[in-house]
Protein backbone atom coordinates (compact mmCIF):
# COMPACT_ATOMS: atom_id res chain seq x y z
CA UNK A 1 0.00 0.00 0.00
CA UNK A 2 1.34 3.35 -0.97
CA UNK A 3 2.56 5.54 1.89
CA UNK A 4 0.72 8.93 1.94
CA UNK A 5 3.51 11.87 1.18
CA UNK A 6 3.34 14.69 3.98
CA UNK A 7 2.56 17.89 3.11
CA UNK A 8 5.49 20.07 2.15
CA UNK A 9 3.44 23.35 1.83
CA UNK A 10 4.89 26.56 3.03
CA UNK A 11 2.00 28.21 4.22
CA UNK A 12 -0.71 26.77 6.35
CA UNK A 13 -3.04 29.49 4.39
CA UNK A 14 -2.13 32.34 3.39
CA UNK A 15 -4.53 35.41 3.21
CA UNK A 16 -5.39 35.64 -0.55
CA UNK A 17 -5.93 31.48 -0.35
CA UNK A 18 -8.53 32.26 2.89
CA UNK A 19 -9.92 34.96 0.70
CA UNK A 20 -10.59 33.00 -2.48
CA UNK A 21 -11.29 29.58 -0.78
CA UNK A 22 -8.25 27.66 -1.59
CA UNK A 23 -7.92 28.82 -5.17
CA UNK A 24 -4.48 27.26 -6.52
CA UNK A 25 -3.34 30.38 -8.34
CA UNK A 26 -4.30 32.22 -4.83
CA UNK A 27 -1.85 29.70 -2.87
CA UNK A 28 1.05 30.13 -5.56
CA UNK A 29 0.68 33.48 -5.28
CA UNK A 30 0.61 33.63 -1.58
CA UNK A 31 3.92 31.47 -1.54
CA UNK A 32 5.63 33.67 -4.18
CA UNK A 33 5.04 36.93 -2.48
CA UNK A 34 5.96 35.61 1.11
CA UNK A 35 9.19 33.69 -0.18
CA UNK A 36 9.73 36.87 -2.32
CA UNK A 37 13.65 36.59 -2.03
CA UNK A 38 14.04 33.60 -4.17
CA UNK A 39 12.90 32.08 -7.28
CA UNK A 40 11.17 28.46 -7.83
CA UNK A 41 10.61 25.80 -10.20
CA UNK A 42 7.25 24.61 -11.06
CA UNK A 43 7.56 21.59 -9.08
CA UNK A 44 8.55 24.12 -6.14
CA UNK A 45 6.06 25.95 -6.66
CA UNK A 46 3.95 23.23 -6.67
CA UNK A 47 4.59 21.17 -3.59
CA UNK A 48 5.37 24.42 -1.40
CA UNK A 49 1.70 26.02 -2.55
CA UNK A 50 0.07 23.02 -1.58
CA UNK A 51 -1.26 22.57 -5.30
CA UNK A 52 -0.53 19.34 -7.92
CA UNK A 53 2.01 20.11 -10.95
CA UNK A 54 -0.37 20.45 -13.41
CA UNK A 55 -2.58 22.96 -11.77
CA UNK A 56 1.18 25.17 -11.18
CA UNK A 57 1.65 24.30 -15.37
CA UNK A 58 -1.76 25.97 -15.86
CA UNK A 59 -1.41 28.78 -13.99
CA UNK A 60 2.12 29.73 -14.11
CA UNK A 61 2.13 30.88 -17.43
CA UNK A 62 -1.67 33.30 -16.92
CA UNK A 63 0.28 34.72 -13.90
CA UNK A 64 3.47 35.49 -16.29
CA UNK A 65 1.63 37.43 -19.03
CA UNK A 66 -0.53 39.36 -16.11
CA UNK A 67 3.28 40.43 -14.63
CA UNK A 68 2.27 39.17 -11.17
CA UNK A 69 5.09 36.71 -11.86
CA UNK A 70 8.35 36.67 -13.57
CA UNK A 71 10.40 33.84 -15.10
CA UNK A 72 13.90 34.54 -14.08
CA UNK A 73 16.09 31.86 -15.41
CA UNK A 74 16.39 27.95 -16.63
CA UNK A 75 18.65 25.93 -14.69
CA UNK A 76 19.03 22.54 -16.58
CA UNK A 77 15.58 21.77 -17.84
CA UNK A 78 13.37 23.73 -15.32
CA UNK A 79 12.34 27.29 -15.29
CA UNK A 80 12.30 29.50 -12.28
CA UNK A 81 9.83 31.60 -11.56
CA UNK A 82 9.53 34.69 -8.94
CA UNK A 83 7.11 37.29 -7.73
CA UNK A 84 7.92 40.05 -10.02
CA UNK A 85 7.85 42.89 -8.18
CA UNK A 86 9.58 45.49 -10.68
CA UNK A 87 5.79 45.70 -12.18
CA UNK A 88 2.76 47.40 -10.82
CA UNK A 89 0.55 44.17 -10.82
CA UNK A 90 3.36 42.29 -8.97
CA UNK A 91 4.17 44.94 -6.43
CA UNK A 92 0.44 45.27 -5.54
CA UNK A 93 -0.70 41.72 -5.56
CA UNK A 94 2.06 41.51 -2.97
CA UNK A 95 1.00 44.62 -1.13
CA UNK A 96 -2.73 43.20 -1.11
CA UNK A 97 -1.70 39.69 0.10
CA UNK A 98 -0.07 41.92 3.33
CA UNK A 99 -2.60 44.13 3.35
CA UNK A 100 -5.06 41.05 3.93
CA UNK A 101 -3.10 39.51 6.62
CA UNK A 102 -2.99 42.82 8.45
CA UNK A 103 -6.47 42.95 8.91
CA UNK A 104 -6.51 39.51 10.03
CA UNK A 105 -3.88 39.96 12.60
CA UNK A 106 -6.26 42.92 13.97
CA UNK A 107 -9.73 41.17 14.13
CA UNK A 108 -7.43 37.68 15.66
CA UNK A 109 -5.53 40.35 18.12
CA UNK A 110 -8.95 42.41 18.84
CA UNK A 111 -11.17 38.73 19.41
CA UNK A 112 -8.58 38.06 21.94
CA UNK A 113 -8.53 41.31 24.23
CA UNK A 114 -12.44 41.05 24.07
CA UNK A 115 -11.95 37.01 25.65
CA UNK A 116 -9.63 38.17 28.15
CA UNK A 117 -11.04 38.71 31.80
CA UNK A 118 -10.90 42.02 33.11
CA UNK A 119 -8.66 42.10 36.27
CA UNK A 120 -8.62 45.09 38.94
Known amino acids: ?7 EKALEAGPL ?43 LPKLERLKLIMMTRISGKSKMYRMDTESQTGMMASKFGLALASVEVDNVLAKKQKEKPLTA
Open 17 to 59: ERLFAGNATAKILDFLSTFREFDYSESDIARHSGVSIRHAQRE
Open 1 to 7: MARKKES
